[in-house]
Every structure is written in C-alpha cells, then in structure tokens.
C-alpha cells in the first residue's frame, strides 16, 4: 500500500500539497529511482539472514508513516515516499530469496504468484480507502493509516514466519551465498542469460510505469470523472492483476514460467497503445486497462521465479540486481512520461513510446532467457 496509494490520486495529492502535478510525479519516480542501490542493499538477507532484514525494511516504512503524518508537508511527503522505496528494495530481494531458499522450482511460481497476490490485494484496499480519506480528511490521515498498516506488518512478520536457521530451515541449513557479493555480481555481468534477465525487467517496468503515472491525469478530464469514481477505476486494476496472479499461480509451472513471461509481456505492450483509441467509451476505457495490467502482472510474476534459479549461488545479490533494474525502470518511466505527457500533452504519444519499450523487454525475454530444465539439460 505504501508504494501504491499515490497513484491513482496524483492530482489530489497536488492540490493537497500545493505543488504542481509534475513535482509530486518526479518525487514518485525518484522513490523509484531509490532502489537502483538494491544490489547494494539486497545481499545483506545472504549475511544477516532473510527475516531480520525484512523486519528492518518494514521498521523503516513505520517510522517513514509515522514523521508523514505528523508532518504532512511536500518536503516530507518526498522523504517517505523516498523512505518508501528503501523499504521494498530491502524487503523484495530477502522476501524472494526466503522463498527460493525453501520451494523446490516446479512449485516455485505457485509460490511467488500466492506472495505477489499481496501486490494486488493492497491496490483494492488502498484505492477506496484513501480516495475516502482523502476526500473527507485529508493526506494527513493518509499517512497515518499506513503506519497503523505497518505495525500489522511487523507483527505477523515477527509471529507467523519462521526464521531462516539451520533449525527451521527443510533442508538442516539455509541456503546462502558460497561466493562473495562482488564475485557474484561479475558473474552476473558475465552472464548473458543474467544480464537478459535485467534488461527485461529494466524494460518491462519502464514501460508499465510510464504509462501507470498517467493514466489518472488523462482519465479525469476525459471523463470527467471525480476524485471518489477514480478510485473505483483503480480497482479494476487491483482486479486485472489479482487475475494475472492467479493465472500464473494455476499455470505458470505447468505452460512454463519463461513461455507465459513473454508472451504476456507482448500482450500487455499491445494493450497500451489501444487504451486511447478506446477513449470514446468508459466501458471499452475499463477493459483495454483491465487487460493491459492482467498480462503485465502475469509477464513480471511469471518471471521472479524463472530468475531466482538463474544464479542459486548467489540468490539474494540476482535477486536485489533484478529489484535494481526494475526500480531503475520504474524511475526512467515516471521520469520520462512525466515529462512527455506534461510537455506535448499526448496521450497517444506516451503510450506509443510505452509500447515500443515493452516490446524491446519482450524480445530480451524472447531471445535469450531459457527456462531452469533446458539449461540444467544443456
């Protein structure tokens, strides 16, 4: 919910704040833009252990919320979405390798697609919710249900998930990194299938994203839609992907992580360029969105699995490389789109340059990333 709640809202936030659309926008891409420093961040979960870096991570979401709503300004509004973005490069990269650690690879995307249900499951939650708070008390009380949020997180956290030691974990021992994280990281420039794998999500997120931090600002005037009805939009969202994640939790290792990836990273670069010739009608609008974010979803879920076995040694540091890239995408997406939508004021034109983006991540996937069993057997 924390990297979530701003979206659909953007140009609320920016009356709220009394700053233009374009600095609440860049603040987004720079919370984005944080988790390019992953890998620096990520292979800590192999030193330290997996939990206690994940409690760490949502410490700082609480302690971010909490300085928010007692400080409801721009400037620290900027420092907890920053705050924000530190907190899912930590937690996603530990959180992915405790299930890599634990789920054999042909149950491993039923696993990641159930985890990646919370991804979804926080956009229906969120939506109404603050599209209510924010309508009827401002920001402020924004903030402060995410810090009520985040004490949940780190109860059940601490509670429910065993900890990653050699007691508790299946195998007598958890499965940590054999070489260091610089040897792990050449290997990953080495590696072709690695490098492949980065550049997909680099790509694939950059697209996504630059069409994401606009589509609120050109749905309000096409349709004249109010602050409340946008949140109700953004559930078909929340619905698109909760479906998208469910496809790859029911297919996805039996179809095949790597087929369903870039086949439905090719779908999803489609559907963008459709959605503003469908702008003669909310219903067609509703379904082009409801498609676009279905098969995105089920490209990047798809994949996390299919690339927590690319580099088993070093699991943690591939993982916080494929958080870096998607975080680097996501920065140069809302960058980018902002600054096309706000200059030339095109909507087709955005989705045009999201589409061919998507595209370019498709045939990365396409060309050069194999599935875990036709590398094992080459």
């Known amino acids: 919910m924390s990297r979530r709640f701003a979206y659909p ?45 994940i409690l760490s991570a949502l410490t700082l979401m609480l302690s971010a919320s909490v300085f928010g709503t007692l400080l409801p300004r721009f400037w620290m509004f900027a420092v907890m979405m920053l705050a924000f973005g530190v907190t899912k490069m930590i937690y996603d990269p530990a ?57 949940f997180a780190i109860l059940i956290m601490w509670i429910f998930v065993p900890n990653d030691t050699a007691a508790d974990h299946p195998t007598g021992k958890p499965q940590r990194a054999t070489i260091s994280t610089l040897e792990a ?7 072709p299938v ?19 931090i606009n589509y609120s600002a050109w749905m309000e005037p096409t349709f004249d839609m109010q602050l409340v009805a946008l949140g109700t939009v953004t559930i078909v969202i929340a619905v698109a992907e909760v479906f998208g994640e469910f496809g790859v939790i029911t297919l996805a290792d039996r179809f095949g992580k790597r087929r369903m990836a870039f086949v439905s990273a090719l779908i999803s670069a489609c559907a963008y360029i459709s959605l503003p010739f469908l702008s003669f009608n909310l219903v067609a609008t509703l379904i082009g ?3 676009a974010f279905m098969f995105f979803e089920m490209s990047i879920v798809a994949a996390i699995p299919l690339f927590t076995e690319i580099m088993p040694q070093a699991r943690s540091a591939m993982m916080s490389g494929i958080g ?52 094992a057997s080459t």
């Open 9 to 53: 809202f953007l140009p609320e936030i920016s009356r709220q704040l009394g700053e233009p659309l374009s600095n609440v926008q860049n603040v987004l891409a720079a919370a984005s833009g944080v988790g390019i420093a992953s890998p620096l961040f990520g292979p800590l979960s192999d030193r330290y252990g997996r939990k206690p870096m």
């Open 95 to 151: 959180m992915q390798a405790y299930v890599g650690d634990r789920i054999p690879y042909n149950r491993r995307a039923l696993a990641i697609g159930t985890t990646e249900l919370s991804w979804a499951g926080s956009l229906l939650v969120i939506a109404p919710l603050a599209a209510f708070l924010l309508d009827r008390f401002g920001i402020q009380t924004v903030f402060a249900a995410l810090a009520v949020a985040s004490v």
């Open 185 to 191: 990281w050449r290997i990953i420039f080495g590696n």
């Open 194 to 212: 690695a490098l492949a794998a980065v550049g997909f999500s680099l790509l694939l997120m950059m697209a996504n994203e630059l069409f994401f």
């Open 289 to 291: 969105l409801f498609v």
């Open 324 to 375: 870096g890239a998607a975080s680097l995408g996501r920065m140069l997406g809302a960058a980018l789109g902002a600054f096309i939508f706000n200059t030339s004021g095109s909507f087709v034109l955005t989705c045009l340059i999201a589409t061919i983006i998507g595209l370019a991540a498709f045939f990365l996937m396409w060309r050069y990333v194999q599935e875990h069993h036709e590398t």
